[in-house]
């Protein structure tokens, strides 16, 4: 009789809990706000980000009022990517070039910026494919730098079975060769959508 009792209460937590949605920072989601907003709501992940953009003279690009780019895609430049950069960037006596993100220069921060950003919403189930064992397949398009990528999806194994397991998506520069991984896809905000990229990437131009 208890385990019934213990049954029926759990299955009424599980029912309670059937539409609740726990925004863990960089989880996938729909935010009623603007990109630049989502970023102050989660600052352990984007306040250098955000320094980066208004150093970089780019504010407007993220907070909706540019009128050329209402809507945008970011490939999300985290807190340490931007970290990595500044500590592995260094001069012929290994001493770091820059110390803090305002020490970059503006033209060089908004070059790496615009790397990162396409015009337009792109989410991830819009994007094709890649040829497994190859570097083809996906979809190719242009940053606001004039960077040519190509964004694709990857698929996993799971429990020994190919191409069945969870969905990654990745983007590469042909040109340059780089590559980086999506660590949380589809963060929708009201000016676009955030694809926020591994904590292992380093800041680069792309």
Same mark, same amino acid.
């Given at each position: 009789?208890?385990?019934?009792?213990? #049954?029926? %209460? #759990? +299955?009424?937590? !599980?029912?309670?809990?059937?539409?609740?949605?726990?925004?863990? %920072?960089? @989880?996938?989601?729909?935010?009623?706000?603007?990109?630049?907003?989502?970023?102050?709501?989660?600052? %352990?992940?984007?306040?250098?980000?955000?320094? $980066?953009?208004?150093?970089?003279?780019?504010?407007?690009?993220?907070?909706?009022?540019? *009128?050329?780019?209402?809507?945008?895609?970011?490939?999300?430049?985290?807190?340490?990517?931007?970290?990595?950069? !500044?500590?592995?960037?260094?001069?012929?006596?290994?001493?770091?070039?820059?110390?803090?993100?305002?020490?970059?220069?503006?033209?060089?921060?908004?070059?790496? $910026? +615009?790397?990162?950003?396409? @015009?337009?919403?792109?989410?991830?189930?819009?994007? @094709?494919?890649?040829?497994?064992?190859?570097?083809?397949?996906? &979809?190719?398009?242009?940053? #606001?730098? %004039?960077?040519? $990528?190509?964004?694709?999806?990857?698929?996993?194994?799971?429990?020994?079975?190919?191409?069945?397991?969870?969905?990654?998506?990745?983007?590469?520069? *042909?040109?340059?060769?780089?590559? @980086?991984?999506?660590?949380?896809?589809?963060?929708?905000? &009201?000016?676009?959508?955030?694809?926020?990229?591994?904590?292992?990437?380093?800041?680069?131009? !792309?």
């Amino acid at each position: 009789m208890k385990g019934y009792i213990f #049954l029926i %209460g #759990l +299955l009424g937590i !599980l029912c309670s809990c059937e539409n609740y949605y726990h925004d863990s %920072g960089l @989880a996938n989601g729909k935010h009623d706000c603007t990109m630049w907003e989502y970023f102050k709501s989660q600052p %352990g992940d984007w306040d250098s980000t955000m320094i $980066l953009i208004e150093h970089a003279g780019l504010k407007d690009v993220f907070d909706g009022t540019n *009128p050329g780019y209402k809507e945008i895609t970011f490939f999300g430049v985290t807190n340490l990517s931007i970290e990595q950069f !500044l500590v592995k960037t260094i001069d012929d006596d290994w001493e770091p070039v820059y110390n803090r993100v305002k020490d970059i220069p503006a033209d060089l921060c908004r070059e790496m $910026l +615009l790397s990162h950003v396409i @015009a337009g919403k792109m989410m991830k189930s819009e994007c @094709a494919h890649e040829v497994k064992g190859t570097l083809t397949g996906g &979809t190719m398009t242009k940053t #606001l730098s %004039g960077v040519e $990528l190509r964004v694709y999806r990857t698929k996993s194994g799971y429990g020994g079975i190919p191409d069945i397991g969870a969905e990654g998506l990745r983007i590469h520069a *042909p040109v340059s060769g780089n590559m @980086a991984s999506i660590a949380s896809a589809d963060i929708e905000v &009201t000016n676009g959508v955030i694809h926020a990229l591994d904590y292992t990437y380093q800041l680069t131009r !792309l």
